[in-house]
């Protein structure tokens, strides 16, 4: 008989229902908070765990999280919607098919080439605003993309998806996680920024490569290729202006005036619209073409709200910080070594319940930080054992909505995704290990 592996909504379904079970057995406990005026965020108090009062939380209660969820990702969930139709809308155009047929024709001979550019875009885009959610609405160039290329879509997905999460858990500059996290433990912005960056051409490089040589689909060849010289035009080409244009302004006001999800799901409100027009759609046609967007993301969207659900959950429950605590304990007194691989499992764990990287930060690195001291280990490790764990386990949990989102938009199976990376991901949390041991020497 065969197995049908669970759809996306069951395993999230599953996620919810395995937390409330943990919210029942799990002991309810929390640590002290202060304000940090260097972040402006709460911070946990080392040594302040006390266990508290059970929070029992009833079926109703469970399901109700459910759409509370959903209701605490709506900025997330607009956006994904705005955003995706507007690319919906720039796809029927027929520009973004002329754009990358362009594209590749430039490249041609050298998809190579292409790929590595690809991979080195987004890790940059992962290393500097930890690009993620974004990824969702860019699904239909990536599928173009891959069937123009004969690749694999998992591998194009990868070499995004993949690199931007790389980018941010390996980047010396992401300040989500990296930077966060050196203000969280006290240390120079600047210190360890060379080890850092080793690591990072290292782990990039050879996640580029793996990802090439396995999205190359065993029935294609160079030669197969039909190249064919592609004018773009002046309605295509101001069509592809105005969405490139759209992407660098988004990460401009991110990272310049303080963006968020709204003003980003404004500015590609306008885009779409204006790329409808442009493209001849007209005012009718361009509305029915973004709502019918609208339906090819919703699921998307929904998914995110689904795994927000799972940490509402676990936070009426307090249990959160009881999981913390138990993890981090036993860590006191072990040899350095094992205590630091220890702690990066422990945030590999942690990373399942709070898939949030700057909320893990502000939970475990002001409780790590003091562990660290107590072994006599610099505060590096604390700080780099968190920001690897966080976003290779981004790869993988079901728990991140965002990577649960792109992959279903692009129409891969959980099942099929994780065994597409699996390898390349054991290789990269071998690299995680063994950079943090050589830190262990760097950092003394």
């Known amino acids: ?41 709460e911070i946990v108090v080392a040594d302040s765990f006390q266990e508290k009062e059970k929070t029992h939380l009833g079926i109703e209660e469970m399901v109700v999280s459910i759409p509370e969820g959903i209701i605490l990702g709506s900025d997330i969930l607009v956006l994904i919607l705005i955003i995706g139709g507007a690319f919906y809308v720039v796809e029927k155009t027929g520009a973004l098919q002329v754009g990358v047929e362009a594209l590749i024709y430039r490249f041609r001979g050298n998809n190579f080439i292409l790929l590595i550019l690809i991979s080195l875009a987004f890790s940059i885009a992962g290393a500097t605003i930890a690009m993620q959610e974004e990824i969702i609405a860019m699904v239909p160039v990536l599928l173009v993309l891959s069937k123009k290329l004969e690749y694999d879509i998992k591998s ?56 090439i040589r396995k999205g190359k689909s065993e029935s294609s060849s160079q030669e197969q290729l039909n190249f064919k010289p592609t004018t773009i035009g002046w309605r295509n080409g101001l069509i592809l202006t105005l969405s490139l244009g759209g992407i660098l302004a988004m990460g401009w006001g991110i990272t310049q005036k303080d963006w968020g999800y709204n003003e980003m799901s404004a500015l590609f409100l306008v885009i779409g619209i204006s790329c409808g027009l442009i493209g001849k759609l007209g005012i009718n046609g361009t509305a029915k073409t973004y709502s019918e967007g609208f339906g090819e993301m919703i699921f998307a969207g929904v998914i995110v709200g689904l795994a927000r659900a799972v940490y509402l959950i676990l936070e009426k429950g307090q249990i959160i910080d009881s999981v913390i605590f138990a993890l981090f304990s036993p860590l006191e007194g072990l040899p350095d070594q094992i205590a630091v691989v220890g702690l990066f499992f422990s945030q590999c764990l942690i990373h399942i319940p709070v898939p949030s990287t700057s909320g893990q930060n502000v939970l475990t690195i002001p409780l790590a930080t003091p ?74």
């Open 1 to 41: 008989m065969k197995f049908n592996f669970p759809h996306p909504f069951v395993i999230l379904l599953g996620f919810i229902l395995l937390s409330w079970i943990a919210a029942y057995f799990i002991p309810s406990g929390s640590f002290e908070r202060i304000l940090d005026e260097a972040t402006g965020r």
């Open 371 to 444: 562990l660290m001291d107590l072994l006599g280990i610099s505060r590096q490790l604390a700080v780099l054992s968190t920001q690897y764990a966080t976003n290779l386990m981004d790869m993988l949990t079901p728990t991140n909505g965002g990577m649960m989102a792109v992959i279903a938009a692009a129409g891969v199976q959980y099942q099929d995704w994780i065994r597409f990376i699996i390898k390349s991901w054991l290789m990269l949390l071998g690299i995680s290990l063994i950079s943090l041991f050589i830190a262990l020497i760097w950092f003394s």
């Open 156 to 211: 194009i997905v990868g070499l995004t998806l993949g690199s931007s999460l790389l980018g941010a858990g390996f980047s010396p500059i992401n300040p989500f996680n990296g930077l966060l996290g050196q203000k969280l433990a006290e240390l120079d912005v600047a210190e360890g920024l060379v080890f850092r960056l080793l690591v990072f051409v290292i782990a990039l490089s050879i996640w580029t490569f793996l990802m």
